[in-house]
């Protein structure tokens, strides 16, 4: 029997958030003097703000992110596309020939965050009494299905397997044809004003370093994955968290040195850029363009999650509807003062430094030392590890590893054993099944493993830990069974 780990220092590999030493207080504390001492932006920044958020960040959001999305040409769907099998061949594809260089910021609503943003658009365009299903990919991160949950969407969650490319469209269509033959006919608890519509269902998403796969999905599935959502009237929501987070991967014989990391320009669509350029379908009101994919925003990765404030792209009618949310309507534009402090430091360019000097290349140096770790530690076990986020391509991006265990190892029992004899956590695989529909896409093989919070050495130790609770159970000694960790079923608690 192995000895309690209560007595080593307690590693935790399940938390997803930004270690310490990525918190930029200096910039933080230089922007808010900068509001703060001018009462020409600290009156208005301090009063109840416009519903679709700090005007001035809305502006300069827009640069920016036209900036990272917007190259000269950028492909999108024939509408007749609908299947996975579509070639890549760029010069195949249409382009976006009439995307505004600077962006629009009528296309951006600010948020409280990305969380507060989902609820926020569930409150606004969904009606449990008609809208039928939403639909996750999964693995799925485990905390956006109580939000759903809380939006009266309990047991009408279903899971949507990823492929290699990033989600089964195949699989998808199916399920969305088989649920189109039940539901009422209307919105049965909401009314929607001309500014919001209801739609039938909602997709939920992170198409980019997804949590928790550290999977991108592919150009060819996002444009098969809007067309699907505007032929079944769904709405997909995009968690695009992580996308200004990507880095070339280091090489094994790399040395510590930590060099500049840029934005990999262009990044990839988002789903909303995909979206909007085809303009309305026939689920719109007449004379509106609500689209259907939007890109959810937030700088908590970007800055720290406590500044609470994140962004929502999508058409211009979608934006100001999203404004119309009964909360904001009452309370004004969620994170106003932070978001006067977040435009300085974004329009001067502080931001982008901050993350191509600092942000990018830790991250870039912490994945490099966890995947070395994991490949010395775990490899002779055979354990499978996602090499890169992007395929074809030598990048990752996001926080996590996503190990898949061999045949005989539960993801499981090796969690609660992690936590019970090395007071190690990391998350079972089964944390991230889809919430009422967990048979339909199972991950009983499957761990996660955070690299972005622990210090860099205890980072290597707890996956050293690991490896030895793997090799116990691989020699066939007995886990002490009890007051074992219940690592899968708390793991809001960790997070």
Request: hydrophobic share 35%; proline share 8%; with cysteine.
């Amino acid at each position: 029997m192995a000895l309690s780990g209560g007595s080593k220092k307690l590693i935790n590999l399940l938390r997803g958030w930004p270690s310490p030493h990525l918190l930029p207080s200096a910039l933080l504390k230089s922007g808010a003097e900068r509001v703060l001492s001018n009462p020409s932006i600290f009156v208005p920044a301090l009063q109840y703000g416009p519903d679709p958020g700090y005007q001035p960040l809305r502006e300069s959001l827009a640069v920016w992110l036209a900036k990272a999305y917007h190259p000269p040409s950028i492909p999108i769907p024939n509408n007749n596309s609908k299947t996975p099998k579509d070639s890549d061949d760029e010069r195949t594809k249409p382009t976006l020939a009439n995307a505004n260089p600077d962006g629009d910021p009528n296309e951006i609503c600010i948020t409280g965050g990305a969380s507060q943003s989902i609820a926020n658009i569930l409150a606004s365009f969904t009606d449990p009494g008609y809208t039928k299903t939403v639909w996750c990919i999964a693995p799925c991160y485990f905390l956006a299905c109580p939000i759903f949950e809380d939006a009266g969407f309990r047991d009408r969650l279903r899971a949507v397997p990823e492929d290699e490319e990033g989600v089964d469209i195949e699989w998808l269509e199916k399920g969305l044809k088989e649920s189109s033959n039940f539901g009422d006919e209307k919105p049965k608890y909401k009314h929607p004003s001309p500014d919001r519509k209801i739609y039938r269902h909602i997709i939920y998403a992170v198409p980019t370093c997804a949590n928790p796969s550290g999977k991108s999905m592919s150009l060819r599935r996002r444009q098969a994955l809007v067309n699907l959502a505007r032929e079944y009237d769904a709405l997909i929501i995009c968690d695009d968290v992580y996308d200004f987070l990507q880095w070339p991967i280091l090489p094994p014989n790399h040395n510590n040195k930590r060099s500049p990391v840029p934005t990999p320009y262009p990044l990839l669509p988002r789903l909303s850029d995909v979206d909007i350029p085809l303009g309305p379908t026939r689920h719109d009101p007449p004379g509106k363009h609500f689209g259907h994919a939007i890109s959810n925003g937030s700088f908590s990765k970007l800055v720290g999650p406590g500044v609470r404030t994140g962004w929502v792209h999508g058409t211009a009618d979608f934006a100001q509807g999203l404004s119309a949310t009964g909360a904001t309507r009452s309370g004004g534009a969620p994170s106003q003062l932070t978001a006067a402090i977040l435009h300085q430091i974004l329009a001067s360019g502080e931001i982008d430094h901050h993350l191509e000097y600092k942000v990018r290349p830790g991250l870039q140096a912490r994945h490099a030392i966890a995947t070395a770790a994991v490949k010395k530690e775990l490899g002779w076990a055979g354990i499978h590890l996602l090499e890169s986020s992007e395929r074809g391509k030598q990048t990752f991006g996001g926080y996590f590893l996503w190990l898949t265990l061999p045949e005989g190892f539960d993801g499981k029992k090796l969690a609660e054993r992690a936590l019970k004899e090395e007071n190690l956590i990391v998350a079972a695989g089964s944390s991230f099944e889809v919430a009422g529909d967990e048979d339909a896409v199972r991950f009983p093989r499957n761990l996660r493993l955070t690299f972005s919070w622990e210090e860099e050495a205890d980072l290597v130790e707890g996956i050293e830990r690991l490896g030895k609770v793997l090799r116990r159970m691989a020699a066939g000694e007995e886990a002490d069974v009890d007051g074992a960790g219940q690592i899968g079923s708390t793991a809001a608690v960790f997070k």
